[in-house]
């Protein structure tokens, strides 16, 4: 089974779960966002508006036994451990993304769904299996209930910021900005050798950390 096989089946599997709230709840899968500032798209399995709170949810569909160790994320698979990417740190941005575009209004839950139930206790409580994703959404501390007027409101509000980009977008958006950041990386880190201008081969005019080009406008701070 491909990658994305394995994500979309996982996301079915949450968007199942889901269904068995009890509560007036309101969801939007496959949200993807843009960030204005840096043009990077953020895409988002699910958003949960629910009376306890806006909760963002990262679904992962790993195989292996996955184990957090000297603050990074691991997995034990066919006796090898292998390091994985932190979903927190993915899931925040998607939350700092999604509170810009909604002007601060509300605050965000970021939530790690395991689909395969094979996470154990990391210290972190917003990360969990996905046979107890209803007991953490429905035992979820609140200090304010959403009504369901409110929870209608935010749905829509947060609908008005969906990007209408599909899914093959999205990673095509993401490899072009990878590969663009990339190749800053290497412009300053050859100014900051050589104190050129990697795009038209003047002198650098260096004042502290600032780096400035006199002739084409080239400039950074470190």
């Known amino acids: 089974m491909s990658k994305k096989s394995r994500g979309d089946k996982g996301e079915a599997l949450v968007i199942d779960e889901l ?121 979820y501390p609140y200090t304010y209930k959403l009504r369901k007027e409110e929870i209608d409101k935010i749905y829509e509000e947060i609908n008005r910021n969906i990007s209408s980009i599909s899914k093959e977008e999205h990673v095509e958006n993401i490899k072009y900005l990878k590969a663009v950041n990339k190749e800053l990386r290497k412009e300053k880190e050859y100014a900051i050798t050589t104190g050129i201008c990697p795009r038209c081969g003047s002198k650098l005019k260096i004042n502290d950390n600032s780096f400035f080009c006199l002739k084409c406008g080239y400039k950074f701070t470190l």
């Not at 500032?37 to 679904?59: A, K, R, V, Y």
């Open 19 to 139: 269904k068995k709230i009890k509560d007036y709840y309101r969801v939007i899968n496959d949200a993807t966002l843009i960030n204005k500032n840096s043009e990077m798209s953020h895409q988002i399995d699910h958003i949960l508006i629910h009376p306890h709170g806006i909760f963002i949810i990262e679904t992962k569909n790993y195989y292996g036994e996955i184990f957090y160790e000297d603050g990074r994320w691991n997995r034990l698979i066919k006796n090898k451990i292998e390091k994985l990417p932190d979903p927190f740190r993915q899931n925040k941005s998607h939350a700092i993304t999604l509170r810009k575009a909604l002007k601060g209004k509300y605050e965000f839950i970021p939530v790690v769904v395991f689909v395969k139930n094979n996470v154990p206790y990391t210290g972190d409580e917003n990360a969990i299996n996905l046979n107890d994703l209803l007991l953490f959404i429905d035992s």
